[in-house]
């Protein structure tokens, strides 16, 4: 659902995070009646004044020249104002009640260069933001600045040579992890450093009391409610994070730290998908962790689902065990429950329309997103039963199932989901898509079992990103025909359909085409949004989170086992990028630091101060010769996904360093 005018949240940011609970609980029960409130707020202890200036500047210093108006304002109704002119300033001071480390976002706008945007620390400037001329509102964030109990907090903004307008201040923690990226190519250091902070600066501090239900038709809401842990994943006008943005920012959230978020948000969505919905989970939750975003939901048979996203759920929970080794991915029954809903009966309730023999394929109803679409990609029109992102989404889930049934120990249940994974693809690739490659390859089949070829956007692009598709000729020419279309004029219309393209060529190992993707992506940030009120690419968060672990697990090739302290590598270095180091990546309760030299060296350090990681170095192709810390070691190769690779395993013990090198 996409917004017409941007309204951002105003709340009440405080200073230290409460733990609420983590259950999830509709905005109505099953009886209609309002669901209670029952999380309790910590006390306020760092808390802007009227950050949206709603209250007429309450707790702000005006000087002349500014002011609070009602004209150009971001969020709400009002926004403070600056003159142009040197000299002018508004400003609010508060005094830090015990220590932390906090990032400061405010949505700015000039019509002219030279204003500013501070934070001081008892009269010291922690940083200075210099306003470039940008009319429209963007987000400019100052991050971790670090305050001990009884600082003195100032934060100000200044005049330049025309007007400057601010509204709606946020305060998040900072990012409990802070990976750090080195290269031979300044922009992936720069890249990365940018998308780092601004992915940051959506997360709501835990306990900050603010608006729900809010959107572009009710910008006041209905309500308030204690925040629970959560990041912002959709447009910034409403007071929600939305499943399907949310699942392709988990990894890039996991890398900054932000895991108790990660877990509180899968397993909200995971207690709305109840019988009376059908085991469909709600489209938005609004940041309260509770709560339905109203606009979304109306009633238990009437609100926005779309099959991608219960699938792409499961897979990410998956994701989430697999970087974390979280023992409560397997062991918390709300979620447990919610994968085997999942991947069970909400296959059985959905699947009427096309026959699909031995196996089963979740279907929507063709007739809009308020009741049910098959597919992500809502310009498809209705009409659609089954579409290639529901089909691969459902195949990546089994997958992910497997995983987690292993972490539970039902060795069982989890050959039951590879087998059902490898039914699936059998059978997407010998009947769902037949024969067909390029434009000729079936992407979708419509409610009376016609089937649909052509370019189908989302539709098209997961089926070789989530590798439903067998390697092989029809695979290459699949990513081709995408690519084609991608740079045409039938092209993703927005960017955050754009961020899926890096993912989907690395991990077909076209690491130069992803580059290229991830380099468009960053160099459009700071281009207006397709929705004029959205602000600047750059200000959609679905940006900053996926080159985050695009950095990671696509340039790196990081995938983790953390709960069996195993790691994998793959080096996917684009040409001209000579090395690229990335330090701390969280795995685990630890750390490690990967470094890759070309396609033919890499390079990791264990941070943990205690035990041992089995690191698999691979390699792409066949190598004659292979060494761990230069000492030679029997070539073994395997094939994965279609492609071989020469490997060894070294054991990385706390504190140790290893060096995998291939020559031929």
Do not use: C
Not at 184 to 200: H, I, L, Q, R, T
């Amino acid at each position: 659902m996409k917004p017409s005018r941007l309204v951002l949240l105003t709340a009440v940011a405080l200073l230290t995070p409460m733990a609420p609970a983590l259950s999830a609980t509709a905005a109505t029960g099953a009886d209609g009646a309002p669901a209670s409130d029952t999380a309790a707020a910590s006390p306020p202890q760092l808390a802007l004044s009227d950050p949206g200036f709603e209250n007429g500047g309450t707790g702000w210093t005006f000087g002349a020249g500014t002011g609070v108006g009602t004209g150009n304002h971001h969020g709400g109704t009002h926004f403070l104002y600056l003159d142009a002119g040197a000299g002018k300033s508004a400003r609010q001071t508060l005094v830090a009640p015990r220590n932390g480390s906090y990032d400061f976002s405010a949505w700015i706008g000039s019509a002219g260069t030279g204003g500013t945007y501070t934070v001081r620390v008892n009269g010291r400037t922690v940083e200075t933001v210099t306003l470039p001329e940008r009319r429209a509102y963007a987000r400019y964030t100052i991050s971790r600045v670090e305050l001990k109990a009884g600082d003195r907090l100032e934060i100000a903004f200044g005049s330049g040579t025309a007007w400057v307008n601010a509204d709606d201040l946020m305060i998040s923690p900072a990012a409990p992890a802070d990976p750090k990226v080195t290269s031979s190519d300044p922009e992936v250091v720069e890249m990365f450093g940018w998308a780092k902070k601004k992915a940051n600066s959506w997360v709501q501090l835990p306990g900050t009391v603010g608006p729900i239900n809010v959107d572009e038709y009710q910008t006041g809401g209905t309500g308030t409610a204690p925040y629970a842990p959560s990041y912002w994943a959709g447009y910034a006008n409403r007071s929600a994070y939305y499943s399907r943005d949310m699942t392709h920012q988990l990894a890039g959230a996991h890398i900054l730290g932000l895991d108790a978020e990660n877990k509180t948000m899968l397993r909200s969505y995971a207690s709305s998908a109840t019988a009376e919905h059908k085991y469909f989970p709600v489209w938005a939750l609004n940041f309260d962790a509770r709560t339905y975003l109203s606009i979304d939901y109306k009633s238990p048979d009437n609100f926005v689902r779309e099959v991608p996203a219960v699938f792409e759920l499961v897979e990410k929970a998956g994701q989430a065990y697999l970087w974390t080794g979280d023992k409560s991915y397997v062991d918390d029954p709300a979620l447990w429950d919610f994968y085997r809903h999942s991947t069970e009966e909400f296959i059985d309730l959905h699947n009427g329309a096309v026959p699909n023999g031995k196996v089963e394929v979740a279907e929507g109803t063709g007739e809009g997103i308020f009741a049910g679409a098959a597919s992500y990609n809502e310009q498809d029109g209705d009409g659609l039963a089954e579409a290639g992102d529901g089909i691969a989404a459902q195949y990546q889930a089994y997958l992910a199932m497997a995983t987690l049934a292993r972490g539970k120990g039902d060795t069982a249940l989890a050959r039951t989901y590879d087998r059902r994974a490898a039914d699936l693809k059998e059978y997407y690739n010998d009947e769902w898509s037949g024969g067909g490659s390029g434009a000729d390859m079936v992407r979708a089949y419509t409610t009376s079992g016609t089937p649909v070829t052509g370019w189908g956007k989302e539709n098209s692009v997961f089926v070789p990103m989530k590798q439903l598709l067998d390697p092989g000729p029809r695979n290459d020419t699949y990513l081709d025909y995408i690519q084609t279309q991608e740079l045409g004029p039938e092209g993703s219309p927005n960017i955050e359909s754009t961020t899926y393209l890096p993912d989907m060529f690395f991990r077909n190992n076209r690491n130069d085409t992803a580059w290229t993707w991830m380099k468009k992506i960053y160099g459009q940030r700071e281009l207006q949004h397709v929705n004029s009120s959205q602000g600047p690419n750059g200000d959609y968060p679905e940006v900053s989170f996926s080159l985050v672990s695009q950095t990671v697990e696509g340039l790196m090739g990081i995938q983790p086992d953390a709960a069996n302290h195993k790691v994998t590598t793959q080096s996917r270095l684009p040409s001209g990028m000579k090395w690229l180091r990335t330090a701390d990546v969280p795995i685990g309760t630890s750390t490690i630091t990967v470094r890759h030299d070309g396609a033919t060296k890499s390079t990791l350090t264990n941070n943990a101060r205690s035990g041992a990681y089995q690191w698999e170095a691979r390699f792409q192709g066949v190598h004659k010769k292979i060494t761990v810390n230069g000492v030679p070691q029997r070539v073994r190769t395997k094939k994965v996904d279609g492609v071989t690779y020469t490997y060894a395993t070294p054991t990385v013990r706390a504190g140790a360093t290893a060096v995998v090198r291939v020559t031929d």
